[in-house]
């Protein structure tokens, strides 16, 4: 009898683990910066997964004169609510706010890299508590290179390779076609980088209501961008992604005894 409810036990375990939704946690550095992986968060969420968008400052430095929105708490509090519009356009869930102050996760502190050491400890607070099978975030050279994004990036990377979670990591990248779609419309000073396209083996396509939810979640950022300057950014994006959104895995667990092999 004992052996049968042992039986049972485990088929029901089994049972209950296979209805759990998949959990996919994308991390990133400031509201907006979703807009990268934003057909794909869209189409996870469409196929049933758990899709949460963590964000680590809170942006409150991003002004421009045309919103005229001044900088501190109350542009925080409108990125605060434009991440909570993109997140509900996508059809995921409400953003994880880090709160960090904008442009300073390299900052100089005391203890040293605070700010970076607190992204990674913040992830492994989520992994622990929703316990994603996969997580994405910004390449090392952090789309067009910010501070912010590169470190985002290490941060996550610390916090995976510390976690015995069973975890899959992957950075979100762009091919030297991409980047020249997307140089095309960006400002100069501020160039994306292409990764070789032999490091993005992981394509994920999207549908057209994947691409729509993405364009109405970038609309949601209308602190950022002007009307124009986001049909730009959408065109820009969707002549470079064609329907594919590249992304490199980590390879922390490949086992070699050997530098050269």
């Not at 709160?99 to 040293?112: M, R, V, W, Y």
């Amino acid at each position: 009898m004992r052996r049968v409810a042992l039986v049972l036990l485990l088929a029901c375990a089994a049972a209950v683990a296979q209805q759990r939704p998949k959990v996919l946690l994308a991390v990133f550095a400031h509201p907006d910066d979703e807009t990268l992986v934003g057909p794909v968060l869209a189409r996870y969420a469409r196929e049933g997964a758990k899709v949460y968008l963590a964000i680590a400052t809170k942006g409150e430095k991003g002004t421009n004169d045309r919103a005229a929105i001044p900088a501190g708490e109350p542009l925080a509090k409108v990125r605060r609510e434009e991440a909570g519009c993109a997140c509900r356009q996508l059809g995921i869930e409400p953003p994880v706010l880090f709160g960090l102050n904008d442009g300073e996760l390299g900052a100089i502190s005391s203890p040293l890299g605070h700010n970076i050491q607190e992204v990674a400890d913040q992830v492994e607070k989520l992994i622990a508590e929703l316990h994603p099978a996969v997580v994405v975030t910004w390449g090392a050279e952090g789309g067009y290179g910010h501070p912010d994004h590169r470190l985002v990036a290490d941060g996550v990377t610390q916090a995976i390779q510390s976690s015995k979670a069973d975890v899959k990591l992957f950075y979100v990248g762009f091919s030297p076609e991409q980047v020249k779609s997307l140089n095309e419309f960006w400002p100069a000073s501020m160039s994306w980088h292409a990764t070789d396209p032999a490091y993005l083996t992981v394509r994920l396509s999207f549908t057209k209501a994947d691409q729509l939810a993405y364009h109405r979640a970038l609309e949601c950022h209308k602190s950022q961008f002007s009307p124009e300057e986001t049909q730009n950014f959408e065109n820009a994006l969707d002549r470079g992604w064609q329907q594919d959104v590249l992304f490199r895995p980590w390879f922390g667990d490949r086992k070699s005894d050997d530098l050269f092999k």
